[in-house]
Nanobody
Framework: RLQLEESGGGSVQSGGSLRLSCAASVLTYNIYCMGWFRQAPGNEREGVAAIDSDGIIIYADSVKGRFTVSQDKAQNTLLLRMNSLKPEDTGVYYC????????????????????WGQGTQVTVSS
């Protein structure tokens, strides 16, 4: 069974940067989509960024131009580089994967993913 483990969260001031990593326990050759999601207290989980097996990437409008997702298949790692962080980016960030990539903006729907990490906290102070 695929296991995912996030790292790299922390506390930064507004305008700062963080890089999140997601390590997969097994080869991800049969995983067609991987994504980052986040959940702030009192809010629903939302998709942040996703990448499919063809390298097609989609971002939530709220992070476009500030966040960059990338995948190192040789290292079984998914990365999320977050720049120009804002207080509203605060939340628990989760890595997720699915073997059945829905396509398009559906790749940002958490219900489409069957594998999840435990999450890592990101706190951005003003």
């Amino acid at each position: 069974r695929l296991q995912l483990e996030e790292s790299g969260g922390g506390s930064v001031q507004s305008g700062g940067s963080l890089r999140l990593s997601c390590a997969a326990s097994v080869l991800t050759y049969n995983i067609y989509c991987m994504g980052w999601f986040r959940q702030a207290p009192g809010n629903e989980r939302e998709g942040v960024a996703a990448i499919d097996s063809d390298g097609i990437i989609i971002y939530a409008d709220s992070v476009k131009g500030r966040f960059t997702v990338s995948q190192d298949k040789a290292q079984n790692t998914l990365l999320l580089r977050m720049n120009s962080l804002k207080p509203e980016d605060t939340g628990v960030y989760y890595c997720a994967a699915t073997a059945s990539c829905p396509g398009g903006r559906w790749n940002l729907e958490g219900g489409e993913y069957e594998y999840w990490g435990q999450g890592t906290q990101v706190t951005v102070s003003s």
